[in-house]
């Protein structure tokens, strides 16, 4: 026999359809929503990632540059050509070969510094030294090239440790023989070590790391010229 339901009964059916029907849709948008905040972690933790790989990315302490190392360059500049200029005298001067190939290793090795140097105070915006024809620039110890917009007079630029005034160089330049040798050898001595303290305070004050790379080149090169000079003069 067939039941026969009454219409009241029917509404309430109807109604407990609907409700069931809406609660089934909110646990399925619920499910998408948190879906949806599930990846959220997953973009957040990516964007991290970037931002460690940015914090991790080089700084440019290796590229950039301080006042210590624009004087070292300033400085160096003139101080190598002082030696230069003393190694040229010796192919016409000197009498012992070795002295000869000492000059020629020391030129050979300055020259292309100097050129170094001149590059990184162009790239820089500093003023690059001028140099007369004995490599004094001068006066004893000190370049005195600046000009208007340099930044640096000449009197604020200090003392040079090891530059040789311009009565040595004059009076090396009028030597030859065995006298020229032993002068040559003494003077250069003197150089090399007014260079060592130069590159020394480069090595420790300085920023821009090729120069500090260079300054430790040439304590290392320099402190190896000393050593063999002075056993060239017979001394320890």
């Given at each position: 026999?067939?039941?026969?339901?009454?219409?009241?009964?029917?509404s309430?059916?109807r109604?407990?359809a609907?409700?069931?029907?809406?609660t089934t849709?909110?646990l399925?948008?619920?499910?998408?929503?948190?879906?949806a905040?599930?990846?959220?972690?997953?973009r957040?933790?990516?964007?991290?990632?970037?931002?460690t790989?940015d914090?991790?990315?080089?700084?440019?302490?290796r590229t950039?540059?301080?006042?210590q190392d624009?004087t070292f360059a300033?400085?160096?500049?003139?101080h190598?050509?002082?030696?230069?200029?003393?190694?040229?005298?010796?192919p016409?001067r000197?009498?012992?070969q070795?002295?000869?190939?000492?000059a020629?290793?020391?030129?050979?090795?300055?020259?292309?510094?100097?050129?170094?140097?001149?590059?990184?105070?162009?790239a820089?915006?500093a003023?690059?030294p001028e140099?007369?024809?004995s490599?004094?620039?001068?006066?004893?110890g000190?370049?005195?090239?600046?000009?208007p917009g340099?930044?640096h007079?000449a009197?604020?630029m200090?003392a040079?440790?090891?530059m040789m005034s311009?009565?040595?160089?004059?009076?090396?330049e009028?030597?030859?023989?065995?006298?020229?040798?032993?002068?040559?050898?003494?003077m250069?001595i003197?150089?090399?070590?007014?260079a060592l303290d130069?590159?020394?305070?480069?090595?420790?004050k300085?920023a821009?790391?090729?120069a500090?790379?260079?300054?430790?080149s040439?304590?290392?090169?320099?402190?190896?010229e000393i050593?063999g000079?002075?056993k060239?003069?017979?001394?320890?």
């Amino acid at each position: 026999m067939a039941i026969r339901r009454s219409p009241l009964r029917r509404s309430v059916l109807r109604r407990s359809a609907a409700l069931a029907a809406a609660t089934t849709a909110a646990l399925v948008l619920t499910a998408c929503g948190g879906g949806a905040d599930s990846a959220s972690p997953s973009r957040s933790a990516h964007s991290g990632h970037g931002a460690t790989a940015d914090a991790a990315t080089p700084s440019t302490g290796r590229t950039g540059h301080n006042a210590q190392d624009v004087t070292f360059a300033q400085q160096m500049i003139p101080h190598h050509r002082q030696a230069v200029a003393m190694a040229d005298l010796a192919p016409t001067r000197a009498r012992s070969q070795q002295v000869k190939d000492l000059a020629a290793q020391i030129r050979k090795a300055q020259d292309p510094e100097i050129a170094t140097m001149t590059g990184w105070l162009q790239a820089w915006g500093a003023r690059v030294p001028e140099s007369d024809a004995s490599g004094t620039a001068g006066m004893p110890g000190m370049d005195h090239s600046g000009h208007p917009g340099s930044g640096h007079s000449a009197a604020s630029m200090p003392a040079m440790p090891g530059m040789m005034s311009d009565a040595d160089m004059s009076g090396l330049e009028k030597m030859s023989g065995d006298v020229f040798d032993r002068a040559f050898l003494r003077m250069m001595i003197d150089h090399h070590e007014g260079a060592l303290d130069m590159a020394r305070t480069e090595q420790a004050k300085g920023a821009y790391g090729p120069a500090t790379a260079l300054a430790k080149s040439i304590a290392a090169s320099q402190s190896a010229e000393i050593a063999g000079m002075r056993k060239m003069l017979g001394e320890r």
